[in-house]
T-cell receptor
């Protein structure tokens, strides 16, 4: 079974600084997706960024970028120029690309990010 | 924009009651999911459905059932609510080529 581990229950960052959230995962599959979701206090889960395992290039979305290390099964999220609105719970998630049970997302336990003004 | 709507944001029920949590999506997605979110445990999949009247158990199905009579609606049923089912419940939907879209969550308290 696939597992996703976020080793940092809480992180804090100063406004305008950079922070990196860690995620490792375990799978025997070679073709899959990895995601970072953000859950602000409003509780609405929002997709931040997605990485396809077959792509070597790290995904980037504006101030958000990932460091995907497939051999090490590591998938960290870097937030640059942190803003107060980035404060939220961040979840790392995994999904198989195809085959049985490819429908479901497996989530880590989350990292609560605080942004200090 | 895709919209996934959960019928209640907050719900308080008594132990032993039958509880229905409703979820509706407006984008004709085949797949719908119910997750439970607890502090320190992340999101855990309860059930999912990949078509009308089709369902599969997730990781923690005990004490829950689901119903999907129409494509846009996926209901989570607590047959006899217990205090250990006090939690946040999140519904999601997706289709091929898209990622999961989530509802705003229902915080259920069983007293």
């Amino acid at each position: 079974a696939q597992t996703v581990t976020q080793s940092q229950p809480e992180m804090s960052v100063q406004e305008a600084e950079t922070v990196t959230l860690s995620c490792t995962y375990d799978t025997s599959e070679s073709d899959y997706y990895l995601f970072w979701y953000k859950q602000p206090p409003s509780r609405q889960m929002i997709l931040v960024i997605r990485q396809e395992a077959y792509k070597q290039q790290n995904a980037t979305e504006n101030r958000f970028s990932v460091n995907f290390q497939k051999a090490a099964k590591s998938f960290s999220l870097k937030i640059s120029d942190s803003q107060l609105g980035d404060a939220a719970m961040y979840f790392c998630a995994y999904r198989r690309r195809s085959g049985g049970s490819n429908y479901k997302l497996t989530f880590g336990k989350g990292t609560l990010l605080t942004v200090n003004p | 924009d895709v919209k996934v709507t959960q019928s209640s944001r907050y719900l308080v029920k008594r132990t032993g009651e039958k509880v229905f949590l409703e979820c509706v999506q407006d984008m004709d997605h085949e797949n719908m999911f119910w997750y439970r979110q607890d502090p320190g445990l992340g999101l855990r999949l309860i059930y999912f459905s990949y078509d009308v009247k089709m369902k599969e158990k997730g990781d923690i199905p005990e004490g829950y059932s689901v119903s999907r009579e129409k494509k846009e609606r996926f209901s989570l049923i607590l047959e006899s609510a217990s205090t250990n089912q006090t939690s946040m419940y999140l519904c999601a939907s997706r289709t091929q080529g898209t990622e999961a879209f989530f509802g705003q969550g229902t915080r259920l308290t069983v007293v």
